[in-house]
C-alpha cells in the first residue's frame, strides 16, 4: 500500500541539499554503514536529482548520481527501472521504504525519515496550511533585522531586474530612444495601479515627436493625451473640453492618429484625486514644463530636484474639476505620496538600468541612494508587515515587502525565502 508522506518532494529535496538531518549512524536498508560526504548538486533536467554527490558505504566510497523519492515504491512508480539515465545511481535516498528489500531495486537505498527532526515536519506544515496575512506571520517578526536586511536587499535587486526586463524590450523596440522609453514609462507609472495599461497604450499610440512639436502649446498638449485617451468623444457643453476635441480632431487628421478606446479606463472604487483625467492633466502639465524628461532625471544630484520636477499643478479648469462637465470647488492635485510612487516604481529603475546599459556605476549608486532616501511607501500590504513587528526604515525595504508578499509568500514559497528557511532551520545565516 501506497504510504503518503507529510511533506512535498521539493521539501524532501531541500532537506537532503542541506542536510538537514542527523548524520550520524546513518545505515542503508540493508544494514550497511553509510556517511554522507557531499549530497552532490540539484539537476533541473532530465534524469536524477542530484549529480555530483560522494557517499561511504561501508569501507567504499562512492561518487556519481542520487534520486530522492518519498516512497520506495515511487521508483517503479515512475518507471526508472526502464530508463538507462537512472541505471548508475550510486543511492536512492527516500523518505519512507515501503516495499521488501527484494523488491526495492539494486541501488543501495537510504531510508530518512527517523533521521528528519519532526519538529521540522511540524514547522513545514504549519506554515503550509496557514491562512494569515504571511504564512510566518506568527514568527516573521523575531527573525534579526540583519537577516532581514540581506534578504530584503536580494528581493530589491529582484524586483528591479523585473522591471527592467521590460524597460529592455521597450528599448529594442524604439532603437534605444531613452527619452521615449521614459515618456512611456512615467505615463504608465502615472495610471498606476489600475489604469497602468490604458496610461501605456495612450502613450504608445501617440509618438513622442509629435508630443514634444506642440509642447509649448499647452491646449494642443492637453489635445492631444485626451483624445488618444478616447475621453473626447462625448457630447459637451464646457467651452474648455470643446475647445480639446475641435483641435483634437484637427490633429487626428492631421498626424493620422488612432485613439485608445474609452471602456478601457477604470474608475470605480477610487478616490477622485486618482481619477485617470486628473492624472493625465499632471501629465500633460509634465510633458509641457520638462524639455528632455530623461537628460533632466540623469542630471539631478539631489533626491529634491527629482520630487520638484514631477510635482507639477495640472492646468485652470482641472483646478475645479475632477471630470469633464462636473465642477467641484477645488481639486486636490496629487501629492508628494504619487510623486514619491513615480520615482519609486519608474523613474530610478529606469536611471539604474542606463548605468547598467552604459557601464556607469554613478548613475546606479545614484538609482539606489535615493531609493533609499525616500520613506517607505503606505499601503495595505506594508502596513500589514508592520503590524507583523517586520520594519521598513524606507522605500528600498517596502518595495523588498512588496515583492516578497506577492512572489513568495502568496504562492507559499517558504522554501525559496530565507526568512522561510531560517524559520524551518534549513540555513545557518
Same mark, same amino acid.
Given at each position: 500500500?501506497?504510504?503518503?508522506?507529510?511533506?512535498?518532494?521539493?521539501?524532501?529535496?531541500? &532537506?537532503?541539499?542541506?542536510? &538537514?538531518?542527523?548524520?550520524?549512524?546513518?545505515?542503508?536498508?540493508?544494514?550497511?554503514?553509510?556517511?554522507?560526504?557531499?549530497?552532490?548538486?540539484?539537476?533541473?533536467?532530465?534524469?536524477?536529482?542530484?549529480?555530483?554527490?560522494?557517499?561511504?558505504?561501508?569501507?567504499?566510497?562512492?561518487?556519481?548520481?542520487? %534520486?530522492?523519492?518519498?516512497?520506495?515504491?515511487?521508483?517503479?512508480?515512475?518507471?526508472?527501472?526502464?530508463?538507462?539515465?537512472?541505471?548508475?545511481?550510486?543511492?536512492?535516498?527516500?523518505?519512507?521504504?515501503?516495499?521488501?528489500?527484494?523488491?526495492?531495486?539494486?541501488?543501495?537505498?537510504?531510508?530518512?525519515?527517523?533521521?528528519?527532526?519532526?519538529?521540522?515536519?511540524?514547522?513545514?506544515?504549519?506554515?503550509?496550511?496557514?491562512?494569515?496575512?504571511?504564512?510566518?506571520?506568527?514568527?516573521?517578526?523575531? &527573525?534579526?533585522?540583519?537577516?532581514?536586511?540581506?534578504?530584503?536587499?536580494?528581493?530589491?535587486? %529582484?524586483?528591479?531586474?523585473?522591471?527592467?526586463?521590460?524597460?529592455?524590450?521597450?528599448?529594442?523596440?524604439?532603437?534605444?530612444?531613452?527619452?521615449?522609453?521614459?515618456?512611456?514609462?512615467?505615463?504608465?507609472?502615472?495610471?498606476?495601479?489600475?489604469?497602468?495599461?490604458? +496610461?501605456?497604450?495612450?502613450?504608445?499610440?501617440?509618438?513622442?515627436?509629435?508630443?514634444?512639436?506642440?509642447?509649448?502649446?499647452?491646449?494642443?498638449?492637453?489635445?492631444?493625451? +485626451?483624445?488618444?485617451?478616447?475621453?473626447? %468623444?462625448?457630447?459637451?457643453?464646457?467651452?474648455?473640453?470643446?475647445?480639446?476635441?475641435? %483641435?483634437?480632431? @484637427?490633429?487626428?487628421?492631421?498626424?493620422?492618429?488612432?485613439?485608445?478606446?474609452?471602456?478601457?479606463?477604470?474608475?470605480?472604487?477610487?478616490?477622485?484625486?486618482?481619477?485617470?483625467?486628473?492624472?493625465?492633466?499632471?501629465?500633460?502639465?509634465?510633458?509641457?514644463?520638462?524639455?528632455?524628461? +530623461?537628460?533632466?532625471?540623469?542630471?539631478?544630484?539631489?533626491?529634491?530636484?527629482?520630487?520638484?520636477?514631477? +510635482?507639477?499643478?495640472?492646468?485652470?479648469?482641472?483646478?475645479?474639476?475632477?471630470?469633464?462637465?462636473?465642477?467641484?470647488?477645488?481639486?486636490?492635485?496629487?501629492?508628494?505620496?504619487?510623486? @514619491?510612487?513615480?520615482?519609486?516604481?519608474?523613474?530610478?529603475?529606469?536611471?539604474?538600468?542606463?548605468?547598467?546599459?552604459?557601464?556607469?556605476?554613478?548613475?546606479?549608486?545614484?538609482?539606489?541612494?535615493?531609493?533609499?532616501?525616500?520613506?517607505?511607501?503606505?499601503?495595505?500590504?506594508?502596513?500589514?508587515?508592520?503590524?507583523?513587528?517586520?520594519?521598513?526604515?524606507?522605500?528600498?525595504?517596502?518595495?523588498?515587502?512588496?515583492?516578497?508578499?506577492?512572489?513568495?509568500?502568496?504562492?507559499?514559497?517558504?522554501?525559496?525565502?530565507?526568512?522561510?528557511?531560517?524559520?524551518?532551520?534549513?540555513?545557518?545565516?
Amino acid at each position: 500500500m501506497h504510504v503518503n508522506p507529510p511533506l512535498s518532494e521539493e521539501l524532501f529535496q531541500h &532537506i537532503w541539499a542541506c542536510r &538537514i538531518f542527523k548524520q550520524d549512524n546513518l545505515v542503508t536498508t540493508t544494514g550497511e554503514p553509510l556517511q554522507i560526504i557531499y549530497p552532490g548538486w540539484q539537476n533541473h533536467h532530465s534524469g536524477p536529482d542530484f549529480t555530483g554527490a560522494k557517499i561511504r558505504i561501508g569501507n567504499t566510497v562512492w561518487a556519481g548520481a542520487v %534520486e530522492l523519492h518519498l516512497s520506495t515504491s515511487d521508483w517503479f512508480r515512475h518507471g526508472h527501472q526502464h530508463n538507462k539515465q537512472y541505471g548508475r545511481i550510486i543511492l536512492h535516498v527516500v523518505f519512507v521504504h515501503d516495499l521488501p528489500q527484494r523488491e526495492a531495486g539494486d541501488a543501495p537505498c537510504l531510508e530518512l525519515q527517523q533521521y528528519i527532526p519532526k519538529l521540522l515536519l511540524q514547522r513545514y506544515e504549519w506554515l503550509r496550511q496557514s491562512a494569515s496575512f504571511v504564512p510566518c506571520a506568527d514568527s516573521a517578526g523575531d &527573525i534579526s533585522r540583519l537577516i532581514w536586511l540581506s534578504w530584503k536587499e536580494r528581493l530589491l535587486a %529582484e524586483r528591479w531586474e523585473n522591471k527592467m526586463n521590460g524597460l529592455r524590450a521597450w528599448l529594442l523596440c524604439n532603437k534605444y530612444n531613452w527619452e521615449e522609453a521614459c515618456y512611456w514609462a512615467v505615463a504608465q507609472s502615472y495610471g498606476m495601479p489600475v489604469n497602468a495599461l490604458p +496610461f501605456l497604450q495612450m502613450a504608445q499610440s501617440l509618438p513622442y515627436n509629435i508630443l514634444m512639436r506642440h509642447k509649448h502649446q499647452p491646449l494642443l498638449t492637453e489635445a492631444l493625451l +485626451f483624445g488618444q485617451a478616447g475621453m473626447l %468623444e462625448a457630447d459637451f457643453i464646457d467651452v474648455y473640453p470643446l475647445q480639446l476635441q475641435r %483641435e483634437y480632431l @484637427h490633429l487626428r487628421h492631421k498626424y493620422q492618429l488612432q485613439p485608445i478606446a474609452p471602456h478601457h479606463w477604470n474608475w470605480l472604487r477610487m478616490r477622485p484625486a486618482s481619477f485617470p483625467t486628473l492624472r493625465l492633466a499632471a501629465f500633460a502639465t509634465l510633458m509641457q514644463q520638462t524639455s528632455h524628461l +530623461f537628460s533632466r532625471i540623469l542630471e539631478a544630484r539631489e533626491l529634491g530636484e527629482l520630487e520638484r520636477l514631477f +510635482f507639477v499643478r495640472p492646468s485652470a479648469y482641472w483646478q475645479e474639476h475632477y471630470r469633464f462637465g462636473q465642477p467641484v470647488t477645488a481639486t486636490h492635485r496629487p501629492g508628494k505620496q504619487a510623486v @514619491h510612487a513615480v520615482l519609486i516604481n519608474t523613474v530610478l529603475p529606469l536611471l539604474y538600468l542606463y548605468g547598467q546599459q552604459k557601464n556607469t556605476r554613478y548613475y546606479q549608486e545614484k538609482a539606489l541612494h535615493f531609493l533609499q532616501q525616500l520613506p517607505a511607501e503606505k499601503n495595505k500590504i506594508t502596513n500589514a508587515w508592520e503590524k507583523l513587528g517586520v520594519t521598513q526604515e524606507n522605500a528600498m525595504e517596502s518595495q523588498a515587502l512588496l515583492q516578497l508578499k506577492q512572489y513568495y509568500c502568496d504562492e507559499k514559497r517558504c522554501l525559496k525565502c530565507a526568512i522561510g528557511m531560517k524559520i524551518l532551520g534549513g540555513e545557518k545565516m
